[in-house]
């Protein structure tokens, strides 16, 4: 059990963005809305998922959309207290603690926000270890756990309640409400015992963020490689160091899709996105797909570049990681592989 | 206050199939629903507005969609109980009543079938004393009276509660949800305490709709003129005995939209409807609009035919009704008036 304070935020944010492998949304604004949370009510307290008790009430809360339109449209930093009331309500009972439902730029900092707002310690972990664009690819499903009742709340005022069939369903209903809500939504969802977190939950992903936020600062300041720093703490592989020539984008169905094309010294990448970066091609080669993590560093300052930042000119450098084992099952990659984004490839495991 | 049977259930049917303007769905699907609930549950009660306690609580429960789906996917009859006890939940307290939200085909008998199976009374009257395609558009809108919270039930288990900061948001974010669920889901919402039923409903729409199903039986048995039978207890206006000659649809949004030609001895007549039949032009020249009641009725047999069963060939009449003189206020016509729907053209009285 420590307290996170204003000072760590900027690590965190930077951690986070970086494992939030392009989507989880600017980690800027997050930062923003964690460090005024804080400013006005104190730090927050974050405990590791072993210092939970069994019986508490655990609440991931998030913010779900485009990332494109977040760059727009900045939440006012109380929707996320509106989701969790109303879903406080429907539960009959209040949370003990929030927890952050991926890490990512903004979704590792609304938490924060959250908690400081409402009083309550923070988990340290996520359910995801990473980011991923729909409700359902959380490490709860694969648990067995309901992501409803899930609460949506907008920035107008309206709020719904979804109580799915399924995981997949929850999210199905509530993007397309969140489309009409206006593409950014808060939410309050996938409720956890505190004797479920051991199965919803990545552990330490929060102390894992700053560090990798920290490692990438202290490289910078020691005019080492950045990116260098966080390839070791990530464990990961070196995919490209290079330009990118090509972006191609759109916002559909409440998503950031796109492709982005890399030049480099060993040939061309191939990037493809949706919220998060999804699979990586060379030579016409699977490099790296979801569910592993294909993180875009800037070269010379090792921060992490979202999806919806991507723009030509930019000089940039991919690794990849390996995900939560979970996630490689049978029942992970129906979850969360390529074939479920429409991607015609299986998961190949990184080869360093 | 007295009992609706099974045998009263057709010319219900009927006559709210006509007050419905085309929408509202197939009349004959609705009477099956109410006929097999009331079957299994016995006869229900219905009871004036007047005879309703000022601290009661009386809920609209529906079918909302585009009927061309309610054709295809026959509700379980079981939906609209769950959407109940769904809105009942976050009340915090059990319905008294349940009332019809619009007379149409299908939603002046599920309320019939819901209050068959929830063994409540039902309030003989509806909230538009017509048939609207969207969920503000009822007089409790008008009089301030928010149709939130609303209760969403679908086929496969899902529900949600809705919140939102105005009506018509509401209905933006529930047709959204809807629309993800296939196009039809069951509603509870616009909750009205007894001492709001003068504001909030045109009485007496139920008995209205039976008298007016039974006046056109009787004159179809009588060999008599069933149009004219029906004209005569609408106080309406005839606009055309004739043959339909084209039909343009689609199914977008939600919603079933579309154009159908018609001629006859005083040249040919356009109808525009969304759902319901909204327009009606001829010559260049509107004849009748939104909010006023454009009826389609079979020449033959008087029966009501709805927006998704014109077809080419059809012979059938076309009369106009005035509306409740609510709809026809400055706000009335801002909320459900020609220009709300896209046309440009004002609301023009009808002329006998």
Redo the contacts between chains.
Sequence with gaps: MREIGIDELDDIARGAGILGTGGGGDPYIGKLLAREAIRAHGPVTLVGIDEVPADATVVPVSGMGAPTVLLEKLPAGTEELTALR?LE??LGRRATHIVPIEVGGVNSMIPIAAAARAGLPVVDGDAMGRAFPEAQMVLPTLAGIPNTPMALADD??????????SNR??E??A???C???GCQVSCADTVLRGDQLRDGLVPATLTLAGELGRAVREARLAHADPVAAALKLLGGVHLLTGKVVDVERRTTGGFARGRATLEGPGGPLELSFQNEHLLAVRDGSVVATTPDLICVLDTDTGEPVTTESMRYGLRVSVVAAPCDPRWTTPAGLDLAGPRYFGYDCDHVPLTP
Tied chains: 1, 2.
Excluded: S
Excluded at 156 to 165: F, I, M
């Design positions: 109303a309500a429907v107008k005022g309206n709020t719904l309640v979804v109580d799915a069939v369903w929850a199905r209903i993007r397309a409400a489309t009409e809500m």
